[in-house]
């Protein structure tokens, strides 16, 4: 009888080579928790994919030198990576991660993926420096018609004026009593 034969009576291996771990032979990596924290599961999955790299690192050793006595180390190794991976897949569906395409693409090309955030701030920036110079180009544009105006029909332009004014003390008064910002935002109030 060979050594495998011998250990599958045990609990150490199948017959067919496949490793049947132990009760204290490996521990699993993660343990239930009675609320799903994403960071938490987050972290399980980060904590998982490490463990997995170590495992692969390990089998590279293993086959790198391999010999016929490291045989079952080896056996070993590998059914602690499929159990590993098998663990990983079942964390990653605690997970709800979104990924954009464009950075497994930039990952694909063998490129950084914080080029993609660079290149959407960029994008915003660049949206944001747009939407400001139309702002600013209407903004000269009323300035410039109230001048007009004034020099036309100055009655006119100052009951405007009034009653602009008085529209923008009374939505101040109102902001102020329902605790709105000027700028459409709710101030919340911290309770210590």
Not at 61 to 67: A, E, G
Not at 80 to 96: A, F, G, H, P, Q
Not at 110 to 137: R, Y
């Amino acid at each position: 009888m060979d050594s495998l034969q011998n250990t599958a009576g045990t609990g150490g291996s199948g017959g067919n080579g496949i490793i049947v771990p132990q009760a204290n032979d490996t521990a699993p990596t993660s343990t239930p928790t009675p609320a799903d924290d994403p960071k938490q599961n987050l972290n399980q999955v980060i904590n998982s994919i490490q463990k997995t790299l170590g495992l692969i690192h390990q089998l590279y050793l293993t086959v790198s030198s391999f010999n016929a006595a490291s045989q079952l180390p080896l056996l070993q190794r590998l059914n602690s990576l499929v159990l590993e991976l098998d663990n990983m897949v079942k964390l990653s569906e605690k997970c709800s991660i979104q990924v954009p395409m464009e950075v497994l693409n930039l990952i694909d090309d063998g490129k950084n993926p914080d080029e993609f955030t660079k290149d959407v701030i960029n994008s915003c920036i660049a949206k944001n420096q747009i939407t400001k110079g139309k702002t600013d180009a209407f903004k000269n544009l009323r300035n410039h018609l109230l001048e007009e105006l004034e020099q036309t029909f100055p009655d006119e332009v100052e009951s405007y004026r009034d009653i602009r004014a008085a529209s923008a003390a009374e939505l101040k008064r109102l902001a102020q009593a329902q605790s709105i910002m000027p700028n459409g935002d709710v101030k919340v109030k911290t309770e210590l």
